[in-house]
């Protein structure tokens, strides 16, 4: 993902073409597994080794995850074999569902899927957390423990390539003709999870997480991103 939106353009059409694969099980889980490991290829190997980020540190897993639908039923696949994690995934949104981001910050409830402070969907966790890096522990220490203004860190590398995999995702949404909201994480799964066959209705068309607060569009700058992305690839869609 860099300057050249040729590339871009052929992973767009690829992630529209995932999404539109009748035969798989899951095509959303199809179509976000293909941006996720886009991302992970894309953030320079050197970044890697700035990050104060190790397995185990599960700090910043207090935080409000946003995500899109596709984004949500990757991860609704994980555990849908998982009834503890269901439970626990209903509850932390009966409780934390409506906060606001800072009010969910400073409620301290842990995310879902964690289990011995690792995130047991690791693989499968939402762009927000893959991008969510931090090169100074002290920095998360005080955002998250004591709770002081968030001031975390992160390598621009980092930034961009998040906000590049969010921009291919929604563009190909878009041009799929599929909705591009985005939602707070445990309560988007607690629909989809008890709604049956959640993601072939969405698919068609259903708008199954109507229940579910959206969350903020994206700001003016990244939406301008999108359009013109979005638009150099409908001709070829
Ligand atoms: S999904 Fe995983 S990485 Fe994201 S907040 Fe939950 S435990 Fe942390």
Request: charge should be neutral; glycine fraction near 2%.
């Amino acid at each position: 993902m860099g300057t050249d939106p040729r590339p871009v353009a052929a992973h767009i059409r690829h992630v529209i073409k995932l999404l539109r694969s009748p035969q798989a099980d899951s095509p959303c889980s199809d179509a976000v597994a293909h941006v996720t490991d886009l991302f992970d290829r894309s953030v320079p190997p050197a970044q890697q080794t700035l990050l104060a980020c190790r397995k185990s540190c599960s700090h910043c897993c207090t935080q409000m995850v946003v995500l899109t639908a596709p984004e949500a039923f990757f991860v609704a696949a994980q555990i849908r074999k998982r009834p503890k994690t269901i439970a626990a995934v209903v509850d932390v949104a009966r409780q934390t569902g409506t906060l606001s981001l800072e009010e969910r910050l400073r409620a301290k409830v842990m995310c879902p899927m964690l289990e011995a402070a690792l995130c047991t969907i690791y693989a499968a966790r939402p762009l927000g957390c893959h991008g969510f890096v931090s090169t100074n522990l002290n920095s998360c220490l005080a955002a998250f423990e004591r709770l002081e203004t968030p001031d975390i860190p992160m390598p621009q590398d980092n930034i961009s390539v998040l906000y590049a995999s969010r921009m291919l995702l929604l563009a190909a949404l878009r041009l799929a003709d599929l909705r591009d909201s985005t939602y707070e994480m445990n309560s988007a799964l607690s629909a989809i999870l008890t709604a049956d066959n959640a993601e072939q209705r969405w698919l068609a068309g259903e708008d199954i997480l109507a229940g579910v607060k959206t969350e903020a569009a994206p700001p003016p700058q990244f939406e301008d991103a999108i359009r013109k992305m979005a638009a150099f690839v409908a001709p070829t869609v």
